[in-house]
T-cell receptor
Framework: KAGVTQTPRYLIKTRGQQVTLSCSPI?????VSWYQQTPGQGLQFLFE???????NKGNFPGRFSGRQFSNSRSEMNVSTLELGDSALYLC????????????FGPGTRLTVL | DAKTTQPTSMDCAEGRAANLPCNHS???????VYWYRQIHSQGPQYIIH???NNETNEMASLIITEDRKSSTLILPHATLRDTAVYYC????????????FGPGTRLSVLP
């Protein structure tokens, strides 16, 4: 069974631009979560989607948004990029919302110049 | 969710058991203990989780003290590929995958 895939793997943007990252969960998984990882703040939860609805949200500004499609694929968008948004963005999928381990993708490395 | 405390780093000789401690003294009755690890340049990987009984799977064993205030992850025969950052997370396992990752323990398996 294929794992979680994320595209693109690497991305370079400039301040003020916006970016969209994509995540395809493991087949049959219905929950998708997004995390941001930086050297200074570590791994931080962004949001979680289940059945096309946002179920949980971390403490990030409104510039960070996401959505989930009917096939469980998910996208996250960051508008008006700032230098501090440079990070590894990780997507994870799980079968359901509760009591299931997450399976992480390889991440998208975003660099904001 | 309860906060966890882990040593910043540990070393282990290849082939020996690696015992990674985690303190979660404020854990409440409905909170589970999860362990993940992150090998350099990869996404985190689920290892094991438990509530109060000891758990074992093909990767590791999880020993939770009777008062549930601490736990130990045991890798029975560490290999060089087990070198990674190990995260102990306590979470109410009733809803959502919004895990809070701390800094974890950097385990170095030495030849």
């Amino acid at each position: 069974k294929a794992g979680v895939t994320q595209t693109p793997r690497y991305l370079i943007k400039t301040r003020g631009q916006q970016v969209t990252l994509s995540c395809s969960p493991i087949s049959g998984h219905r929950s998708v979560s997004w995390y941001q990882q930086t050297p200074g703040q570590g791994l931080q939860f962004l949001f979680e989607y289940f059945s096309e609805t946002q179920r949980n949200k971390g403490n990030f500004p409104g510039r960070f948004s996401g959505r989930q499609f009917s096939n469980s694929r998910s996208e996250m968008n960051v508008s008006t990029l700032e230098l501090g948004d440079s990070a590894l963005y990780l997507c994870a999928s799980s079968l359901e919302l509760a009591r299931n381990e997450q399976f992480f993708g390889p991440g998208t490395r975003l660099t904001v110049l | 969710d309860a906060k966890t405390t882990q040593p910043t780093s540990m070393d282990c000789a290849e082939g020996r058991a690696a015992n990674l401690p985690c303190n979660h003294s404020t854990i409440s009755g409905n909170e589970y203990v999860y362990w993940y690890r992150q090998i350099h340049s990869q996404g985190p990987q689920y290892i094991i989780h438990g509530l109060k009984n000891n758990e074992t799977n093909e990767m590791a064993s999880l020993i939770i003290t009777e008062d549930r205030k601490s736990s130990t992850l045991i890798l029975p025969h560490a290999t060089l590929r087990d070198t990674a950052v190990y995260y102990c997370i306590v979470k109410r396992d009733n809803y959502g995958q919004n895990f809070v990752f701390g800094p974890g323990t950097r385990l170095s398996v030495l030849p």
